[in-house]
């Protein structure tokens, strides 16, 4: 009897030591186990074609190819050190050169706007450069000229000579709002195209002293250096501005989230004109104007601050053969309305030289209208 019990305390210890082990080691062999109980996951339904998250591949896919880099040089005049003119110096080393050239590189973006090889851009991209080259997306490179630039929409059209070129879609800026969301594309700091994703953050802004012809389209797409004169695309990739500029406090330009671009309605304009003319037309009177503030109508005790005050005439000018004089406050031309000086600077470049315009003034609190005939807008060297 005890011989038995000893053979059965001996087997119990046995197996109890494999079930340590077994439970231990290989848990899973347990089928009483929960720790290895496996969970089925149910795969979700997708069908055929269809995306799993909001994508914008496609609009970036159809913008992408018509978007270039554009690098330029120019040779820049370094200054010889004032050292050199020291009558000692010029005894030991003799007449130095006056000074001496190198060449400056430069980088930024354009948007193939037609098949025929033109191209858009901002004018400072190109500005006073000796060479200039395009790389397209599908790695081609072309030497391309300048057609034409306005500085003053900071816009410039460039032509190369290549086959099967891939142009860009326009779109309608003009119903472009506050909250559509936008795509950058660009050539940011030299490192090669780049899709920003954001929305329009404002349109229309004017008065910030970028340019002469202010009408921007706000965005908080990341907009760096090299991004100027690319593309900003809508959600169908169709081209709604030219990126131009951007706020930033920082040395290098780093973006902050507000950057502007240039409406395509008024891109498309400006490079129609420099295409078929070489240049860009606008109407002048030879006026300097500024807005209309409260306090300025309080003190020529007018009701409202509307319209824009002529503080200067030019002599000579359409507007001084007119009889406009300084502290006339300009309220419409051709009967519209003028809210302030932005307005008043769009409608006069818009008519055409030559043409007779109609001003609506306010002198001495009475209205008075003024006939003036329209000049051609001087370009900026000769204004200054």
């Not at 969970?39 to 992408?64: L, N, W, Y």
Request: aromatic share 6%; glycine share 8%; with cysteine.
């Amino acid at each position: 009897m005890r011989r038995l019990w000893l053979v059965f305390a001996q087997t119990a210890t046995v197996c109890l030591a494999v079930l340590f082990v077994v439970s231990t080691l290989r848990p899973d062999l347990l089928a009483w186990n929960v720790r290895g109980t496996v969970v089925t996951i149910k795969e979700p339904q997708i069908e055929a074609g269809a995306r799993t998250i909001a994508s914008f591949s496609d609009a970036a896919r159809r913008a992408m190819p018509a978007v270039v880099n554009i690098f330029t040089t120019k040779e820049v005049k370094v200054p010889r050190h004032p050292f050199m003119d020291d009558p000692v110096f010029r005894f030991f080393f003799g007449n130095q050169p006056d000074a001496q050239t190198q060449r400056s590189t430069n980088l930024g973006s354009g948007v193939i706007v037609s098949s025929q090889g033109y191209i858009l851009t901002n004018s400072h991209v190109v500005e006073a450069a000796d060479e200039i080259e395009v790389a397209l997306a599908d790695a081609r490179r072309a030497r391309a000229r300048v057609v034409g630039s306005d500085p003053e929409t900071d816009l410039a059209v460039l032509k190369i000579d290549l086959p099967r070129l891939p142009a860009i879609a326009f779109g309608q800026s003009e119903q472009a709002r506050v909250g559509d969301i936008v795509l950058a594309i660009g050539n940011p700091f030299g490192v090669g195209q780049t899709v920003t994703l954001g929305i329009i953050s404002a349109v229309q802004r004017s008065q910030l002293g970028i340019n002469t012809f202010e009408n921007f389209i706000q965005t908080d797409a990341a907009i760096n250096p090299g991004n100027s004169g690319g593309a900003l695309v809508d959600v169908h990739g169709n081209l709604i501005g030219i990126n131009t500029a951007i706020y930033s406090r920082t040395p290098g330009g780093a973006s902050l989230g507000i950057g502007f671009a240039i409406p395509v309605s008024t891109a498309k304009q400006v490079m129609e004109q420099i295409v078929q003319q070489g240049s860009v037309t606008r109407g002048w009177i030879g006026v300097a104007v500024q807005d209309m503030t409260k306090e300025f109508a309080e003190s020529f005790k007018l009701p409202g601050a509307g319209g824009a005050l002529i503080s200067e005439v030019l002599r000579g000018s359409p507007a001084d053969k007119a009889g406009v004089r300084p502290g006339d406050i300009l309220i419409a031309v051709n009967d519209r309305p003028i809210a302030d000086s932005s307005t008043m600077l769009n409608l006069i470049a818009a008519l055409q030289p030559g043409q007779q315009a109609r001003l609506k003034v306010i002198r001495d609190r009475r209205e008075t209208e003024l006939a003036v005939a329209v000049a051609r807008r001087p370009k900026l060297a000769q204004r200054e």
